[in-house]
Structure formats: structure tokens, C-alpha cells
């Protein structure tokens, strides 16, 4: 059917769209999996950034690596398929706070450019306290306590030291079972204090930083703002507008009579009448919301439209199925 | 970004789901019994999509679960199915608010005795640009954690990662309203 078509037909772009921007097998096999529930939760997104870069940051062996945390994402539950976060991912990716570690970007082809105010702190903790969150099948409020885990080792650990497997074992060690974290070796950066609760506050400052890049792409008009105040302010708007979008939405269907109609679905289905309704479902004639649509209709949605027509005459359904039933 | 057609189609059904249990008395409703019965089904419908792994979901449900009247129980209970209804209402009732009211507590205490000892030491200060940022952060903050449901109980990186999640969400909910209003008007053409 038309719609379906229409699905694919954009999953197919996205897909072209991930070949050009260089993504690996693995990625480009998630990104364009096909609309099952469990193809990828959204913040489940926010969680590759980090075992993805660390990936793109050693590309030999990324793509065995790649391939851990691709079952994780699509283990969470009440996940669903993003398609169009291919550029989401991409500059999550490399704008992320995770990715740009300094000593290694001599491998690196991928690594992002301009300013990398990342210590590999940022990288190792976050490389080994992301994976247990996802290989841990729990909500994300579990994020702190991770964290905290990670960080009370730090302090135990006094001497701030370079670990020499650092990335590589990092990423061999998140594709196992994570349970007990190991020691984060923390390298400090030139010029900043080395104690460990600045060094967490900078991890915790830049994780907020990485989010808030996000929320920035997907709110309108919010690339252009800088400043943390001004973008919360257009956040804030945003989410208000959409609250009242729903609450005035859901005073316009009040007035039709809505609520009935699902008692007529069978009867309406068993006839071969369904194009008729479903013309009147071109969106053609439809106005545009403000982020742009397309299709969204499927089967049963068509009988349904049939039967939510507002008879202004004698304002009740049961006339209108009644003259349903005729036109059947 | 839009939200996908698979998280409109989920929400779609589970709001007719809820919203059938309305159709026996639908007569006797007025206007705004009717708005809130649509409103009540689509934001557990909407909520439920996530299957409680977000605190903002758990928040929406304890809403729709708590208020007076058995027909709303039934109506989480409804769109929810059985187990998972069951799964999710004992994260919401167990896991969530204790948990955090304690956490909001000791960080309020917290918080208490730091001013004081702030304001005795650093009382004659001049306002640097930056704790003029820092105060007006802090303020939005606070009104968003007033906007997102539960979100009283979030730190910092927990509120932003559920605003994504949250914004997604709504994005379909008003998607799924809009079609559904201009779809009528469409078919109710002479």
C-alpha cells in the first residue's frame, strides 16, 4: 500500500544519506533497520555516541566493536525506530563530548575537529559506565548510580596516571559483561586541577553539555542561539506550545463524535468500500503541521475517518451510521 | 525532527483503546468531561508507548491512576494490558516517589546549610557575569522541571535526556490530534 511505500522510500533516502557520511556496516544496519519496536530507543542514541566514538576513534577494530552495542539498543524496551536521526547520530557523534581524545587522534581518520575539551577521563568513564547501563536493561535513572560507582573508585584510586591500553581495552571491556567497573584511569589535562570531584564535575558538566547539543538540533530554531539561559528559554517554549497544541487538540475532538466510532470498525471493514475513504484521507487537501508530515494513515485508520464525520444537522452518530450502512 | 510512523500508530491505537471505554456514556458527558476523558486517554495512551522506562511515562500513568474515580484505573489498566500494567505500576508506586522524595530531601537540606555558610562569607559580592548565567540557568531549569511530569525527581542529566523523550512524544500526540480533527473536517465535507 501507498503508505508503506512512502515508509521506505524515506528509509531508503536515509540510508544514502548514511553512506555518504562514511558510517561503517553495523551503523548504517541500525540506523536502516525496519520499523520494529526494538529498533532503537531514542536515548538509547544518547548512549552510542560514546561506545560509537570510541569505535570511530579506532577504526581498525571498530567493527567487530560496533557490533556490541547494537543488540543493547535493541534489547530496551518500549524502543522504536528513528529514521531520520542519521544526522542526529552523526554529529552526536562527533561533536560528542566523548570523541576527539587528543593522544589518539594519530590513528584516527574520523576524529572531530577544532576545540576537543575532553580529558580522557571523560572518555574511559564514560566508555565504561555507558556500557553497563546498557548492557543493564534499566531505565535511565540508573545513569547517576553508575556514575557515582565510577567516581567513588576514582577517589580511591590516588595517583592519576596514563593507562597504556586505555581506549582499546576500554572498548574490549565494554563488549563484556560490566559488572564490576574497573579502576578509571584518569590522564589530567594541562592546566586544570587533577582532584577528583573537579574532574567528575567536569565529566557531569560536559555529559549536560553533550545533551543539551541534542536538544538544541531537535528543538527549531535553536542552532543559531548560544548560551545555556536562551537555549533553555526556547526549550522551555517549545514544550509549552506543545502542551497547549495538545490540550486545544484535544478540546477540537471533543466535538466529534469520536468516541463511538470504534464500535463500528468490524462492519466497516467487511465491505470492499474502503477507497472511498481512504481518498478522503489525502493528505493533499490537508494542512501542513508545523515540522511537515507525511503520511501517517494505515488501515485502520480509514474506517474510522468515515465514521468521524460531524453531523450538523442532528448531532448525533447514530444517524451518520445509519447513513453509513446505506452507503454500504 | 518528527516522530516516527511507528510511535504515531502505537499511540493512535492505544488512545481508541482508551478512549471505547467512553463510548456507553458518552451522552451524558459535557464538552469538558469529554476533553478530559481525551486527554486522560491520550497521555496514558502516549505514556505507555514507553512501557515505563522513562520517568516522565511513570509520572504521566501515577497521574492517570491516582485521580478519584475506579474508571481511570481501569482505563491504565486498559491500555496498559495486564502484565505490563502490572510491572509498571509497581515501579511507579515502589520504586519512584520514596526513592526520590528522600533524594530531594537530603539535597534541599543540603543545599540550606551550604547558603548559609555562602552568605555569611561572600555576602558583600559583586555579581559576576557569571553567577548572573548561572542564577538565570538555574532558574530555567526549575521551570522545566515543573513542566516535564515527574520531573521534580531528575538531576540535571536525567531532566534533559527526558525532555528529548518527552518533546518526541508530544510531537505525536499532537501529530495523531491534528489528523484525526482535519480528517473529520475532510470527511464531513457535503
Redesign the interface.
Known sequence: MATRSNGTASDRGEVEVLESLQFTDEIQHLMSAPTTDNAGFFTALLELPAPQAVQLLHSPESAKLIAAPVPNVEDFKGSFHFPSNSGLIERAARFSVFAGEGNNNTKKSNSPETTSNISSANLEKAVKSEPAESESSQPLVSDPTVEKRSIKRKDREKKVKESKKKSKTAANESSEDAEKLPYVHVRARRGQATDSHSLAERARREKINARMKLLQELVPGCNKISGTALVLDEIINHVQSLQHQVESGSIIDCNFPSMVMPMMWPEVQVNGNRQQYQQQWHFDALQQPVWGREEVCNNYITPENSLLSYDSSTNSVTLHSNQLKMEL | ??P???????F??KW?MG??R??TS?KNMS?LE??K???LS?DVAIAS???????W?RALIANGYSKDGGDDKHLVEQILGPESERLIMKKVLTGGASVCNKRMRSKKILKRSCGIQRTRKFAPQVALASSI?KR??RK??Q??RS??PGGEF?????L?????????S??A????????????E???EP
Open positions: 525532527m518528527r516516527p510512523s511507528s510511535l504515531r500508530q502505537e493512535l491505537k481508541m478512549l471505547q467512553y463510548s458518552k464538552i469529554r476533553k476523558a481525551i486527554k491520550a508507548a514507553r512501557n515505563g522506562t522513562t520517568c511515562s548565567a538565570l540557568v530555567r531549569t521551570i522545566l513542566l516535564i531528575m538531576n540535571d542529566v536525567t534533559i535526556e527526558e525532555t528529548l523523550d518527552y518533546i518526541i508530544l510531537r500526540q499532537v501529530d495523531v490530534m491534528r489528523s484525526l480533527a482535519s480528517a473529520s475532510l470527511a464531513s
